[in-house]
């Protein structure tokens, strides 16, 4: 973020990866609305973004790229943002995403620390997206799944997003690489307040239960474990899988969202009307062990 002036202040992220899901144009939905996830979670409002491509031009029928490029397309126009150029390299892999500039008023910045003992932690996706799409490069997930998933990850965190306005925001991130835990971890770290995850409660897709059972879970699941895990404890009655799902890295997840307690039953009401039906009450911010993470 840069402060321009007292009232306003740009904001700058960006974001591409591989493919995650087969089909060119929903590669390009799901990498766009990735990208867009940050102004969201900042509280800003994107209003340009340039494409950023790798293309395997010797590789690739130049069709899979004019369909990725237009499903990115489509959600910044549903984003109303506009595409203001790019830049393209020849690359033996094929990854897009976007950079892209938002506006937010200083003083209405969301950071994605300060929850405060009494906050409750609202999400607003379902979790289990890299589960789901490691099954799917197996060839195992099922269609329904798979749409599911690919649903989600090329929704706009956008709704959410506006839905927040008079609500008392004390934290707030997107849910991806580093997982639920992982993120919600970046909320406490080095903080006096701790977290409480009720594991019942959270959103996630049935079938990643599923493939977490059979074993198929993506590297970046460990990866996320073993850099958080020494933060988290976990109650014995926590299913193993479910604990799978709450370290599973993210693709275009939810927000999860730190707000006093007696705010939170009615916001999650709002974002359900409102457009978003998975939003859950998923735990609260305690002032007992600080910097930690219990998983009830």
Not at 108 to 127: E, H, M, Q, S, Y
Request: hydrophobic share 45%; aromatic share 4%.
């Amino acid at each position: 973020m840069y402060k321009l002036r007292d009232d306003l202040a740009i904001i700058h992220t960006v974001d591409f990866f591989t493919p995650i899901v087969d089909d060119p144009y929903m590669f390009g939905r799901i990498a766009a609305a990735n990208a867009l996830s940050d102004v969201y979670a900042m509280g800003g409002t994107p209003l340009a973004a340039m494409n950023i491509v790798c293309f395997p031009s010797k590789q690739m029928d130049i069709s899979v790229l004019r369909d990725v490029l237009r499903g990115g397309l489509d959600t910044l126009r549903e984003a109303d943002t506009v595409l203001a150029g790019g830049h393209t390299v020849s690359d033996p892999e094929l990854k897009y995403g976007l950079a892209v500039t938002g506006t937010v008023h200083p003083d209405r910045v969301l950071a994605n620390r300060g929850a405060r003992a009494g906050d409750a932690l609202v999400l607003t996706k379902p979790i289990g997206t890299g589960i789901v799409n490691t099954a799917l490069k197996r060839d195992i997930a099922s269609a329904a799944a798979v749409d599911r998933v690919t649903r989600s990850m090329a929704t706009l965190n956008r709704r959410a997003a506006e839905l927040l306005e008079g609500a008392t925001v004390h934290a707030c991130t997107d849910v991806t690489g580093f997982g639920l835990i992982g993120h919600a971890a970046g909320m406490i770290v080095e903080s006096d307040v701790g977290l409480v995850i009720r594991a019942a409660a959270v959103p996630l897709f049935p079938e990643a239960l599923e493939y977490g059972r059979m074993g198929l879970v993506p590297g970046g699941l460990h990866r996320n474990r073993a850099f958080r895990e020494a933060l988290v404890t976990v109650d014995p009655s926590v299913p193993g899988e479910v604990v799978d799902v709450l370290y599973d890295p993210q693709t275009s997840g939810g927000l999860l969202i730190a707000v006093p307690t007696d705010q939170a039953g009615d916001l999650v009401v709002r974002m359900r009307a409102g457009g978003v039906p998975d939003a859950a009450v998923v735990g609260e911010v305690v002032a007992e062990h600080a910097g930690r993470i219990v998983v009830a």
